[in-house]
Structures are given as structure tokens and as C-alpha cells.
């Protein structure tokens, strides 16, 4: 381990010195949201928990985190303020912040109990899902498909903007497809893929991989930092390179829906091989 962060620091133009963009370099400090598994919360108990335990292990780095919840405010309050110089999950593409190569590939999902005929629906302009009542997060992209395949007047929506101290409207929309409230659940697909798990028995998780109408629903997720730490963008980029097997699987142990670039799932099977 003694060699590992001189191995990747070397990869740096000019071995730069990393204390000029970073608030402490003998920390890897993170910004996370307190209470938003599977994402991350005060216990380390999410996956970017998980993930940012394995980089401060190869960096040879204490970890320490600065918490604040994921709503508006949350760049600005905690990267912007350099009281933390990563976010661990942040869509490539994100102008708030640079984002550094992408670690997962993913897509918002349909989440449906099995038996229920809609186990394989891999599009919302499915025919199966006229006179469904669908749950969806208002605000987010496939809502907007919803709304061009005429699903939206039997769906019910759940708040997007909430204080995740307080509150998740994706478990209030799993309990409602639980009751049977619902017919199925569209989720962003590592929430989806989380609370499948948890269910009994689990639930079915297909990501929208088919929609041919609206905006896509598949993203590519990185890391965030400040727009002028270049440096350390570059060690992440090179942490994700030589690890990605890793995180592979510690995503797909989580139930996050991988996807690889022609939008096939990727599997346990392909992470160790």
C-alpha cells in the first residue's frame, strides 16, 4: 500500500503538489448528503459511502465528510464553499460542477411486482402501461415521457424538491405500490434497484433502455469537483481506471441497474471475469 499514491501521483504532470487545490491533502474530504441511501448518509452506509471508504484506503487518505442535504444549495454550501473537494455521484454533463470521467452508466427504471404482466416493460410507450397508474417523481425526465405517451392523467406524482432529512418519496412510493396504490413505480435506477432489494419478495427492476419519444433516460454518473482542480480531477479519473472492477461491484451488490454503452446490463458474472 506505502507505494500506491506515489504510483498514481506520478501519473500527475510535474508530481503537482495537490495542497494547492485541496482543502486538507492528507484528507479525502467529501460533500454527501446526510440521509439519502442508497446514496450516502451520516452512517456510511450508501455505496458513494462505500466508494469514498476505497479511495481514501488507495489514496492512503483519512476520511472525513462535510454534510448537507442534496437540494438547491448543495454545490454551492459545500464544494463551491471548499468545505469538502469531492461529490461522489454527479450526472456527466452537469455544468455546476467538472465532472470527471463516468464510473456507471445507468437509467431511470420501471420498477414492478413480479406477476403483475409488466416485469419486462423496457419503454414507457409500452401498450401495457395504458390506464396503469404509475408513481413518478414530478419534475423528473420521464415524466416528460410520460406525458407524450398520455400516462400522466391516472399517474401519481411525488415531490421532487424535499428536505431528505425529513422525508423520501421514492420509499413513500414503494410502500404505495406495496398497497397496491399503484401499479408500478418509475425510479431513477440505483433508488429503484435499492428498494426492489429490500422488498419481499423482491421487486422487478427493468431500466428504460427502449424510449423512442421524450428525453433519454440513461446517464452517465461521475464525481464532482471545482472547475479549476485539475489535478485532482486527473487522479480521480486514474483511482476510477484501476479500479473499476471494484466499484462494479460494490454498485451491483447496492441492486444498481449497470449498463454498459449499448445499454446491456452488466452483471457479477462480467465484473470478475
Not at 170 to 186: P, Q, S
Amino acid at each position: 500500500m506505502a507505494g500506491r499514491e506515489s504510483s498514481v501521483a506520478q501519473q500527475l504532470p510535474d508530481n503537482t503538489d495537490l495542497s494547492i487545490e485541496l482543502v486538507d491533502p492528507k484528507v479525502l474530504r467529501v460533500c454527501a448528503d446526510p440521509r439519502n441511501l442508497p446514496f450516502s448518509d451520516e452512517k456510511g452506509e450508501g455505496f458513494e459511502n462505500k466508494l469514498a471508504e476505497l479511495f481514501a484506503e488507495k489514496l492512503q487518505k483519512k476520511l472525513d465528510y462535510t454534510f448537507f442535504p442534496q437540494a438547491t444549495g448543495f454545490v454551492r454550501m459545500t464544494l463551491a464553499a471548499h468545505r469538502c473537494d469531492v461529490i461522489m455521484g454527479f450526472p456527466q454533463g452537469d455544468e455546476l460542477v467538472q465532472g470527471t470521467n463516468p464510473y456507471y452508466r445507468t437509467a431511470y427504471a420501471l420498477v414492478a411486482k413480479p406477476g403483475s404482466g409488466l416485469e419486462d416493460v423496457a419503454s414507457l410507450g409500452d401498450e401495457r402501461l395504458k390506464g396503469k397508474h404509475l408513481g413518478i417523481i414530478a419534475g423528473t425526465p420521464p415524466a416528460t415521457n410520460m406525458a407524450v405517451n398520455g400516462l400522466m392523467a391516472n399517474a401519481r406524482p411525488y415531490p421532487l424538491m424535499i428536505d431528505t432529512r425529513f422525508d423520501s418519496s421514492a420509499g413513500a412510493m414503494m410502500k404505495d405500490l406495496a398497497a397496491g396504490a399503484i401499479d408500478a413505480a418509475i425510479l431513477w435506477g440505483p433508488m429503484a434497484g435499492y428498494y426492489a432489494k429490500q422488498a419481499a419478495p423482491p421487486l422487478h427492476v427493468t431500466p428504460l433502455v427502449q424510449e423512442k419519444s421524450g428525453p433519454k433516460l440513461i446517464y452517465r454518473i461521475g464525481m464532482g469537483v471545482r472547475s479549476a482542480d485539475q489535478n485532482w480531477k486527473r487522479l480521480l479519473n486514474r483511482l476510477i481506471q484501476e479500479n473499476q472492477p471494484a466499484i462494479n461491484k460494490l454498485l451491483l451488490d447496492f441492486g444498481v441497474p449497470l449498463l454498459d454503452e449499448n445499454d446491456r446490463p452488466i452483471t457479477a458474472e462480467l465484473t470478475t471475469r
